[in-house]
């Protein structure tokens, strides 16, 4: 019997058993409908994660901390033998802080082009000519990392005296539209932890936007960004006395040609042999992706274990169709057809019913992913992003995946009817 | 020519056994129509089993067109049944879900005929039948004796040399069975094939050119053979 009988007669044998050949495909549905929706997540949650890292970190730099505990393990929260690098940070919890002379020392690391320090420092207030007073914070603009800029327009790094402004402020504070706050200034109010007050003023520069990307975009909407003179001037008025005074938890070094990924790691490295703790955008999305693969084999388990349930619904669908065709592939090999063509056919009815399930799973999870992702990024803040990203190339794969799972499960009843004895199977009632 | 010389069959394992077929003797011309005639039990089927191929003897010889049988492999085996042979068998066995065309185009599958020649095999079997009307018609909605039919179109289209019919009449009323007893010795006088019938009918027997009467495993007497 030629390949395409084959296949010809047992998609009629399936369509004949259309309910049972659903059912069972639809077990299979289950297992390829979990893996695609897991792997389409999996391939959204890295695609956010590379654009949250690319839109929060400089490529070219490292995020350098003082010791290389502060990554991932956080602070000590047991007591600690005094050191002049410790500073408490929220509660019970203590981290070894850089200092300006580490800063200095950082500089000076071969392949060092600067070390960028934010000067993050909250306010008491800002306001503008209506009086309105609202909360907010200040910080170093970085010139390196993108910044949507929705007014005005900033040429390398900001003036003394500028301020790029979150896009919020413009209706609180009555400043207009994006374009006509440009050149508006505003007053900042900064007060001292021991008491003493100053004020401020800005001219604005431009107006920003928190892309959805952000590691944090409700801090974007309340932080001016200032030069960083002005940044740590306020920073240092507002410590001035207390023990954050000269302390930051990290600061951003950016390295010469930093793109080229074996010089960052070049000084990654000796800044790390001298004691620091030092981060690229890659590490940052290395571990993004680990936590989004933790999460992806967690689910693709729960997949699996569809999958392999579903593994046994087709053996026993299949030796069940092979116990009730007893009497069929007894006349067929009376009529001469060999026992490997036997086999062959019940393995490709397996096939079929592996290739019904899969398109089944497949196609549900991607009409599911394109009606809900709209609904699921609302839910989650992803702005404009989409959570369920689905390769064509991986769903292709997983159709052909669940079609051998399904082959493989045809195996043991397409044996037990390649042996059956004519005779006998003619015989059977 | 089907020759058989000191065939014997036996059933079970040892201190278990049974003799189906019991130290055989026999040689058959060719483009005759043979009746191998016995009571239920007696092994009349099991010979035809033997001779289609579908058993083995326990020793023996058992030639047919120039084929000694058991010197053929698996393989060489089925290519001998689906070439040489057609079956009819007493319960049909027609595919009731399919269509009496994918019925009777079963062996040419089988045979690996191209579709294009199909067709015509298929429309030339079934008109020989009578069911040239019913190519599309389900198998399970024929009545008995169309159903026989059928598979006497299954048994024929592959223009096989010997036809081996296992009580074709059994499962059929007695106007019935007649009709097709009618149709296979009218397909033979056209085709010339070999046709060998298993019956207990002795009207059947008495229309066949030889008769090989089998008792007990072994043969009891043979009529219409020239000495």
Same mark, same amino acid.
């Given at each position: 019997?030629?390949?395409?009988?084959?296949?010809?007669?047992?998609?009629?044998?399936?369509?004949?058993?259309?309910?049972?050949?659903?059912?069972?495909?639809?077990?299979?549905?289950?297992?390829?409908?979990?893996?695609?929706?897991?792997?389409?997540?999996?391939?959204?949650?890295?695609?956010?994660?590379?654009?949250?890292?690319?839109?929060?970190?400089?490529?070219?730099?490292?995020?350098?901390?003082?010791?290389?505990?502060?990554?991932?393990?956080?602070?000590?929260?047991?007591?600690?033998?005094?050191?002049?690098?410790?500073?408490?940070?929220?509660?019970?919890?203590?981290?070894?802080?850089?200092?300006?002379?580490?800063?200095?020392?950082?500089?000076?690391?071969?392949?060092?082009?600067?070390?960028?320090?934010?000067?993050?420092?909250?306010?008491?207030?800002?306001?503008?000519?209506?009086?309105?007073?609202?909360?907010?914070?200040?910080?170093?603009?970085?010139?390196?990392?993108?910044?949507?800029?929705?007014?005005?327009?900033?040429?390398?790094?900001?003036?003394?005296?500028?301020?790029?402004?979150?896009?919020?402020?413009?209706?609180?504070?009555?400043?207009?539209?994006?374009?006509?706050?440009?050149?508006?200034?505003?007053?900042?109010?900064?007060?001292?932890?021991?008491?003493?007050?100053?004020?401020?003023?800005?001219?604005?520069?431009?107006?920003?936007?928190?892309?959805?990307?952000?590691?944090?975009?409700?801090?974007?909407?309340?932080?001016?960004?200032?030069?960083?003179?002005?940044?740590?001037?306020?920073?240092?008025?507002?410590?001035?006395?207390?023990?954050?005074?000269?302390?930051?938890?990290?600061?951003?070094?950016?390295?010469?040609?930093?793109?080229?990924?074996?010089?960052?790691?070049?000084?990654?490295?000796?800044?790390?042999?001298?004691?620091?703790?030092?981060?690229?955008?890659?590490?940052?999305?290395?571990?993004?992706?680990?936590?989004?693969?933790?999460?992806?084999?967690?689910?693709?388990?729960?997949?699996?274990?569809?999958?392999?349930?579903?593994?046994?619904?087709?053996?026993?669908?299949?030796?069940?169709?092979?116990?009730?065709?007893?009497?069929?592939?007894?006349?067929?090999?009376?009529?001469?057809?060999?026992?490997?063509?036997?086999?062959?056919?019940?393995?490709?009815?397996?096939?079929?019913?592996?290739?019904?399930?899969?398109?089944?799973?497949?196609?549900?999870?991607?009409?599911?992913?394109?009606?809900?992702?709209?609904?699921?990024?609302?839910?989650?803040?992803?702005?404009?992003?989409?959570?369920?990203?689905?390769?064509?190339?991986?769903?292709?794969?997983?159709?052909?995946?669940?079609?051998?799972?399904?082959?493989?499960?045809?195996?043991?009843?397409?044996?037990?009817?390649?042996?059956?004895?004519?005779?006998?199977?003619?015989?059977?009632? | 020519?089907?020759?058989?010389?000191? !065939?014997?069959? %036996?059933? $079970?394992?040892?201190?278990? #056994? @049974?003799?189906? +077929?019991?130290?055989? *003797?026999?040689? /058959?011309?060719?483009?005759?129509?043979?009746?191998?005639?016995?009571?239920?039990?007696?092994?009349?089927?099991?010979? !035809?089993?033997? %001779?289609? $191929?579908?058993?083995?003897? #326990? @020793?023996?010889? +058992?030639?047919?067109? *120039?084929?000694? /049988?058991?010197?053929?492999?698996?393989?060489?085996?089925?290519?001998?049944?689906?070439?040489?042979?057609?079956?009819?068998?007493?319960?049909?066995?027609?595919?009731?879900?399919?269509?009496?065309?994918?019925?009777?185009?079963?062996?040419?599958?089988?045979?690996?005929?191209?579709?294009?020649?199909?067709?015509?095999?298929?429309?030339?079997?079934?008109?020989?039948?009578?069911?040239?009307?019913?190519?599309?018609?389900?198998?399970?909605?024929?009545?008995?004796?169309?159903?026989?039919?059928?598979?006497?179109?299954?048994?024929?289209?592959?223009?096989?040399?010997?036809?081996?019919?296992?009580?074709?009449?059994?499962?059929?009323?007695?106007?019935?069975?007649?009709?097709?007893?009618?149709?296979?010795?009218?397909?033979?006088?056209?085709?010339?094939?070999?046709?060998?019938?298993?019956?207990?009918?002795?009207?059947?027997?008495?229309?066949?050119?030889?008769?090989?009467?089998?008792?007990?495993?072994?043969?009891?007497?043979?009529?219409?053979?020239?000495?």
């Amino acid at each position: 019997m030629t390949w395409r009988d084959t296949l010809a007669r047992s998609a009629r044998t399936l369509r004949q058993a259309k309910v049972r050949t659903l059912l069972t495909a639809a077990a299979l549905a289950v297992g390829g409908f979990t893996l695609t929706a897991t792997l389409a997540a999996a391939n959204g949650a890295k695609d956010y994660g590379n654009k949250l890292v690319n839109t929060n970190f400089d490529p070219s730099s490292l995020i350098v901390t003082k010791s290389q505990n502060t990554f991932g393990r956080g602070g000590s929260n047991k007591p600690q033998p005094y050191s002049s690098s410790y500073t408490s940070v929220g509660r019970n919890s203590l981290v070894k802080e850089l200092s300006s002379s580490d800063l200095k020392r950082l500089a000076k690391f071969p392949g060092v082009s600067s070390v960028f320090e934010d000067y993050q420092t909250s306010i008491l207030y800002v306001t503008a000519q209506n009086g309105a007073k609202y909360t907010g914070s200040t910080q170093a603009y970085d010139p390196n990392i993108s910044h949507q800029l929705v007014g005005g327009y900033v040429n390398g790094q900001l003036k003394t005296g500028e301020v790029v402004l979150p896009q919020d402020y413009l209706s609180l504070l009555n400043l207009g539209t994006a374009k006509s706050a440009i050149g508006k200034t505003v007053t900042v109010q900064v007060r001292q932890t021991l008491g003493g007050q100053e004020t401020l003023q800005f001219k604005i520069a431009g107006i920003i936007a928190a892309p959805s990307t952000l590691i944090n975009p409700g801090n974007v909407n309340t932080t001016l960004l200032l030069n960083p003179t002005d940044a740590q001037n306020i920073y240092n008025f507002v410590n001035y006395g207390t023990i954050n005074y000269d302390r930051f938890l990290s600061a951003t070094v950016r390295v010469t040609d930093g793109t080229n990924q074996s010089k960052l790691l070049k000084v990654q490295n000796e800044i790390k042999s001298a004691g620091y703790g030092a981060e690229s955008a890659k590490d940052f999305e290395a571990t993004i992706t680990q936590i989004v693969n933790v999460l992806q084999i967690i689910i693709l388990v729960f997949g699996l274990i569809a999958l392999i349930a579903s593994f046994f619904g087709v053996v026993n669908t299949q030796y069940i169709s092979v116990l009730e065709r007893t009497r069929e592939i007894g006349l067929m090999k009376a009529l001469g057809m060999s026992s490997r063509v036997v086999s062959r056919l019940f393995i490709i009815e397996a096939a079929w019913i592996g290739v019904i399930g899969a398109l089944i799973g497949s196609l549900t999870a991607i009409i599911a992913g394109l009606l809900l992702n709209p609904w699921i990024s609302q839910q989650i803040d992803f702005g404009s992003n989409r959570l369920l990203v689905f390769h064509p190339s991986q769903v292709i794969a997983l159709i052909i995946f669940l079609t051998l799972v399904a082959t493989i499960a045809g195996l043991l009843p397409a044996r037990k009817a390649s042996k059956l004895d004519p005779i006998e199977a003619l015989r059977t009632e | 020519m089907i020759q058989i010389a000191h !065939l014997t069959k %036996i059933y $079970g394992k040892k201190g278990n #056994t @049974s003799s189906a +077929i019991n130290d055989i *003797n026999l040689e /058959l011309p060719d483009s005759k129509i043979i009746a191998i005639v016995g009571k239920s039990g007696s092994g009349k089927s099991t010979l !035809l089993h033997l %001779i289609g $191929g579908l058993d083995r003897p #326990t @020793s023996g010889e +058992i030639s047919i067109l *120039n084929k000694d /049988l058991t010197q053929l492999s698996k393989k060489e085996m089925d290519h001998y049944r689906s070439h040489e042979l057609g079956f009819v068998f007493q319960s049909f066995f027609v595919e009731a879900n399919q269509s009496c065309y994918q019925n009777v185009a079963l062996p040419l599958e089988i045979n690996r005929i191209p579709v294009a020649k199909r067709k015509a095999l298929v429309e030339k079997a079934l008109d020989q039948v009578e069911l040239g009307q019913k190519t599309k018609v389900r198998a399970g909605t024929l009545s008995g004796g169309e159903k026989q039919r059928l598979a006497i179109a299954r048994a024929i289209v592959n223009g096989p040399k010997v036809i081996l019919a296992d009580e074709p009449t059994g499962n059929l009323d007695s106007v019935t069975g007649d009709k097709v007893i009618d149709l296979l010795f009218g397909l033979h006088k056209k085709n010339k094939a070999t046709l060998v019938i298993v019956t207990h009918d002795q009207d059947i027997a008495n229309r066949c050119d030889i008769r090989v009467f089998i008792k007990d495993g072994k043969i009891e007497r043979v009529e219409g053979l020239a000495k």
